[in-house]
Structure formats: structure tokens, C-alpha cells
């Protein structure tokens, strides 16, 4: 079956700071993958996503960047935390021609 | 562009009591529509999904939900809530067009009373 796994699952940082989140997915290959961010108390905003290796697809321009090196690994990266920057941060991934998503559990991200 | 609304911000139920949460959809075709569930500091996990066929679906721990094109709404329902049926609840659109981006709604929190 599949997993997905999203590390750390919490992290306070200072502003100025880089920032590396780390999602894998076990079990599938060639999945779309999907950053999503939730501020407290609001709904789902999409960061970035990607079908494939290297292939990435911003939907909100900011300090954020997400890169794929592995089929199965996607990173989300910041060079440098803003305040703006806190908040709950969900990978996804997505089968081929499914649809639906899969969730991974989090990463709570303070910025201080 | 496809868009999802869900009109309740919170729902208020009793344990034991019905729940039908609301969910709107604009969408040029017929949609792939799902509903998911996120318990508080976690992921979401998908409750039921439609992509054709039978109106009304069948999904995870007693919920069920029915695609009424004329309408174009997915509701979601469930006969008896559980306390542990308290979190949030957000209806989906699947990627059109060419596209890979669904379209989620700003999700509705269920609070369930003792």
C-alpha cells in the first residue's frame, strides 16, 4: 500500500532562517505531488505541485521554492522565513489518472 | 474557472443527530467530486469520491454524499454522528481541462455537543 511521509512535523524557526521540508511517498511511482499550506482558521492554499522529475509548477509567487530530485521526493525550501511564512504545510500526492489526493500528516511551521 | 463553495463556516450537531454538510460546485462538465476530512494537527484523508455512475456514494465511516447535477451540489450526510465526527470537512473538485489543480472548498468545521 501507499505512505506518505512528511518530516519535521513541527519546527519553530526564526525570521531570516531557511527552511526544508521533506515529503516522500512509498508504494507508487510517477505520483503528481502537491505542497499545500493552511493558515489558522483558513482553508487550503496550493503552493506548488509537479508531474514529474524537476518539474515544478508555482501557483503563489513568494519567497518559497520546491524542488522534485526523486520521483518519489518532494522538498519545499525557503531561503529566507518570513513571519508570513507560519503555518500548517501538507504534501500530497496523486495517482495517475485518479484524481483524488493522499495526504501526508503535516508540518506545523512557526515562524518567531 | 471551477470553483467550490461551501456555505457553512461551523455546523453545530448533537451526538446522535443527523449532519448533511453543503457543498456547490461550478464546473463546465461532469465533475470528479470529493469530500475529505482533516481531525485537528492532521493531514486530510479522503471520506468518498464520485466520478459517475450512481448519484449517491458510499464512503468511509458512515458518511455518504449525492451528486445532483441540477442542483450542482455534492452534499455530504451521515444518519448518526459520533462525537469523534468532530473536524473539518472540505469538498473537492478534481484538475479539467488539461489542468492538475482540483479546486477545494474553504471547508466547514463540525462541532458535535455531548
Known amino acids: 500500500s501507499q505512505t506518505i511521509h512528511q518530516w519535521p512535523a513541527t519546527l519553530v524557526q526564526p525570521v531570516g532562517s531557511p527552511l526544508s521540508l521533506e515529503c516522500t511517498v512509498e508504494?507508487?511511482?510517477?505520483?503528481?505531488l502537491y505542497w499545500y499550506r493552511q493558515a489558522a482558521g483558513r482553508g487550503l492554499q496550493l503552493l506548488f505541485y509537479s508531474v514529474g522529475i524537476g518539474q515544478i509548477s508555482s501557483e503563489v509567487p513568494q519567497n518559497l521554492s520546491a524542488s522534485r530530485p526523486q520521483d518519489r521526493q518532494f522538498i519545499l525550501s525557503s531561503k529566507k522565513l518570513l513571519l508570513s511564512d507560519s503555518g500548517f504545510y501538507l504534501c500530497a500526492w496523486e495517482g495517475p489518472n485518479s484524481y483524488e489526493q493522499y495526504f501526508g500528516p503535516g508540518t506545523r511551521l512557526t515562524v518567531t | 474557472a471551477q470553483s467550490v463553495t461551501q456555505p457553512d463556516i461551523h455546523i453545530t450537531v448533537s451526538e446522535g443527530a443527523s449532519l448533511e454538510l453543503r457543498c456547490n460546485y461550478s464546473y463546465g462538465a461532469t465533475p470528479y467530486l470529493f469530500w475529505y476530512v482533516q481531525s485537528p494537527g492532521q493531514g486530510l484523508q479522503l471520506l468518498l469520491k464520485?466520478?459517475?455512475?450512481?448519484?449517491l456514494v458510499q464512503g468511509i465511516k458512515g458518511f455518504e454524499a449525492e451528486f445532483k447535477r441540477s442542483q450542482s451540489s455534492f452534499n455530504l450526510r451521515k444518519p448518526s454522528v459520533h462525537w469523534s465526527d468532530a473536524a473539518e470537512y472540505f469538498c473537492a473538485v478534481g484538475p479539467s481541462g488539461g489542468s492538475y489543480i482540483p479546486t477545494f472548498g474553504r471547508g466547514t468545521s463540525l462541532i458535535v455537543h455531548p
Open positions: 508504494g507508487t511511482s510517477n505520483p503528481n
Open positions: 464520485y466520478f459517475s455512475g450512481d448519484t
